[in-house]
């Protein structure tokens, strides 16, 4: 049986699924009340409703959730006292670690496919009359891809942290943390520092179905989140090392 199948057994019984499922509902409920109540001045229907919906989901509610997978699936490990038998295995470190931030990754890219179907399910209650955004689902997908890099370093700290609640916090000081990093334009390139909070800003303020991102941005976004991933996959490994010297 692979790591991965391991894991997913694993939350067969989980918790977390309330959260997943009431937090992108609440952000598309209070986005869409918002859109209805100023439709005189949000005239671009479909992307108007995404730049109320994805505003608070985007930029607090998605690292929340991030934060509340990763946590427990690192809790389930400290809480049962099952990690140095996890480590004792034949797996190596690397792989343990790889697992938990591949099945918490896929958790939360179900969880941007929820959102993006309660997205659409409110647009169409509202009859527009603009042809349904195809173009912006995948930009949104894509940008889900870039979310990695908050999984690894969230991962990391819920390693580190054995109680449940104080990587949870800390998701959601992270989340303003990116916020605050790309509204300032002191230093500009600090923006790029959480990759995904910089595509949330942009795709945020879309005028069109594209959002404003240049070449230069996207390969930038791009070394940020290899190289968050590949710091914070190396912290693990080195921790859960020392965990077994």
């Known amino acids: 049986m692979t790591l991965i199948k ?3 057994l694993k939350l067969r019984r989980a918790r977390f ?7 992108p509902f609440l952000s598309v409920i209070y986005g869409s009340t918002n859109f209805a109540g100023n439709q005189s001045v949000l005239k671009q229907e479909w992307l108007s409703l995404w730049t109320q919906v994805y505003l608070f989901y985007g930029s607090f509610f998605f690292p929340c959730m991030i934060g509340i997978i990763c946590a427990y699936i690192w809790y389930s490990e400290h809480k049962n006292g099952s990690l140095k038998l996890l480590l004792t295995s034949a797996y190596s470190f690397s792989s343990i670690v790889w697992a938990k931030i591949t099945v ?10 929820y959102f993006l179907g309660l997205y659409a399910v409110s647009g169409l209650l509202f009859q527009f009359k603009m042809t349904f955004p195809t173009a912006l689902f995948l ?7 870039f979310s990695i890099a908050l999984v690894a370093i969230q991962s990391y700290f819920s390693l580190r942290i054995k109680s449940f609640a104080p990587p949870v916090a800390l998701s959601m000081i992270i989340g303003i943390f990116g916020f605050i990093l790309t509204a300032q334009n002191i230093i500009p390139e600090l923006g790029y520092v959480l990759p995904f909070s910089k595509l949330t800003a942009s795709m945020n303020q879309m005028t ?3 959002p404003e991102i240049t070449s230069l941005e996207w390969i930038k976004l ?11 996959t190396s912290l ?5 090392r020392k965990t077994v010297l």
Do not use: K
């Not at 918490?104 to 496919?113: T, W």
């Not at 930009?139 to 891809?145: D, G, H, K, Q, V």
């Not at 791009?222 to 914070?232: A, C, E, H, S």
């Open 6 to 8: 391991i894991e997913l």
């Open 17 to 23: 699924w309330l959260p997943l499922l009431v937090l």
């Open 104 to 113: 918490a990754f896929s958790l939360i890219f179900l969880s941007q496919l």
């Open 139 to 145: 930009w949104a997908i894509l940008a889900s891809f």
């Open 208 to 210: 069109s179905v594209n």
């Open 222 to 232: 791009g070394v940020y989140t290899v190289v968050i991933v590949l710091i914070f």
């Open 236 to 240: 693990q490994t080195r921790y859960l």
